[in-house]
């Protein structure tokens, strides 16, 4: 008999994490990538599917006042943790539903069409049913010119490791208990298993390295991740077969750096890509050449592309803004080919610049430490920037003091759950309209800072205390009060030197 989870976990709820792919306005840079312009009638729609805890439609919805948001998950209880942050921050603009994917086009109190549509991790997760209940929501309730962002996992990169998932998936429906019981004595079992040396892990080096990362992982998320009735890994032609059903094309990675080819693609690979005409058959080839596991892809329905002159102005005209410390931005990025050296002339100049805070493209080539520097290159460096983390496109300037006032109300939400938990671990920005990850104790000391409080060591301690609590140094506990409180100043200092600016001049704190 059928039932509602029609094979999806249910037992455990999903982490809360915050997937920057999401962000409207990184979806609309991939756009802006390929030369394409979206929809720009009315007040935008935003509609996310299967949206785990929330988390992430709650921050997007507190950071983009001016964007109608909905979302839907199977899971009711999830759902009303969702609908109780969002109450919590007073967030206005956002909608959340326990619907089935088949249930939610009938929903009366959607709008009519979506500018963007959003699935993180769902679609290698569920039944054919439910992706073809998933397409057909596309079909009738995207716009023209609108974005789909879909992640899934990908072949070749799964081939050699879906065996070890269905050795977890197998052993865990054979024993008794709760789900994280199950895990563990599924995991306990390959264990044995690879302790008399089969083969399949003697011929597969990387999949011992798999299970070995796998066995520290987060039980919520592997049960999400592994233990689900349906679970398939995709070629990128075949769902992009399926997605053309709704009358979508691909455009681009939302992972920008898949965007680069020398990171990623020798010259031999690029030239033998350059020969191959076909965009579906190019992309699946691609992903031989990188061993690809997991795509984040971003298609249209349907396009009118910017001329030269238009792209170039859009382009000049668009702000971007370091997100990670400038102390902290590495010298290289990692791609597929691995650690990639970034020329410091180029790199520099336009990190120092935005340390200095949010400054549109227009702004960057008019300063003279730029002035030699081509167009293209600060483009690429840019984009480089942005995939590999550090930056992130922003809204429009203007637009800041008014977004603030949401995104205030829902940092303060989240800051003040940090009390008790460490699940919420990233704040809003109202510069990017995006999140920037500040972990439990980073959120304490922003509300100490906030509060001006005087001693911020002690006072979370205090909390800490109450909660039978002890910090972790160089994998041991500490012990006494005196040592708790010094470890905590010393983070305090880290957090006032390197986090407080970078959140001052992204306008949350």
């Not at 915050?18 to 935008?44: H, I, K, N, S, W």
């Not at 190019?282 to 031989?288: A, I, S, V, Y």
């Not at 972990?439 to 906030?450: K, N, P, S, W």
Request: hydrophobic share 40%; aromatic share 10%.
């Amino acid at each position: 008999m059928s039932t509602w989870t029609a094979g999806y976990v249910a037992d455990l709820a999903y982490t809360h994490g915050f997937y920057r792919e999401l962000t409207p306005a990184l979806l609309r840079l991939v756009q802006l990538c390929v030369g394409q312009r979206g929809p720009d009638e009315g007040r935008p729609t935003y509609c996310e599917l299967g949206c785990g805890q929330g988390f992430s439609t709650n921050l997007l919805a507190a950071a983009n006042p001016g964007i109608s948001f909905y979302a839907t998950d199977f899971n009711p209880g999830q759902i009303a943790g969702a609908r109780r942050l969002a109450r919590e921050a007073g967030t206005p603009n956002i909608q959340f539903f326990d619907h089935s994917f088949a249930e939610l086009g009938a929903e009366p109190s959607l709008p009519a069409q979506f500018d963007f549509i959003a699935l993180h991790g769902i679609y290698s997760w569920i039944s054919p049913e439910n992706r073809q209940h998933i397409v057909e929501f596309i079909r009738q309730r995207l716009k023209p010119g609108g974005l789909v962002y879909i992640s899934y996992n990908a072949l070749p990169g799964w081939a050699s490791g879906e065996p070890l998932r269905r050795l977890l998936a197998n052993e865990e429906h054979q024993t008794g208990g709760t789900l994280t019981e199950r895990i563990d004595a599924a995991i306990g079992f390959v264990e044995r298993l690879q302790a008399v040396q089969p083969a399949y892990f003697g011929q597969s080096p990387v999949i011992g390295k798999r299970f070995e990362k796998l066995k520290g992982e987060n039980r919520n998320y592997l049960a999400h991740e592994y233990f689900n009735k349906h679970w398939t890994p995709f070629y990128f032609a075949d769902v992009a077969a399926e997605l053309s059903e709704a009358k979508l094309q691909f455009i681009g990675s939302a992972h920008l750096l898949d965007q680069i080819d020398p990171v990623n693609l020798t010259n031999e690979q690029r030239k033998f890509l350059d020969g191959e005409s076909d965009p579906t058959r190019k992309q699946t080839l691609r992903d031989f050449m990188v061993n690809q596991q997991f795509r984040r892809d971003v298609f249209a329905k349907g396009s009118v592309g910017h001329s030269a002159a238009s792209q170039r102005a859009e382009w000049l005209a668009t702000r971007f803004a370091l997100t990670t410390p400038r102390a902290d931005v590495p010298e290289k990025v990692m791609g597929a080919r691995g650690e990639a050296d970034l020329q410091k002339h180029i790199y520099d100049p336009i990190a120092d610049a935005l340390a200095e805070g949010p400054a549109t493209v227009k702004q960057l080539t008019e300063r003279p430490e730029l002035s030699g520097m081509s167009f293209s290159s600060v483009l690429q460096a840019l984009t480089v920037l942005t995939g590999a983390g550090h930056v992130q496109p922003c809204l429009d300037a203007e637009g800041d003091a008014a977004r603030a006032e949401q995104t205030r109300a829902f940092n303060t939400a989240v800051c003040w759950r940090a009390m008790e938990t460490q699940d919420l671990q990233f704040l809003a920005s109202p510069v990017t309209g995006g999140g920037v990850p500040l972990d439990r104790f980073g959120q304490l000391f922003l509300v100490a800072h906030q509060e001006g409080r005087s001693d911020a060591p002690a006072w979370v301690w205090s909390i800490l205390a109450q909660q039978n609590q002890r910090l972790l140094k160089d994998g041991k506990a500490l012990d006494t009060a005196e040592a708790n409180t010094a470890e905590l100043a010393a983070r305090q200092e880290v957090f006032l030197s390197k986090r407080l600016p970078l959140l001052e001049r992204l306008g949350i704190a």
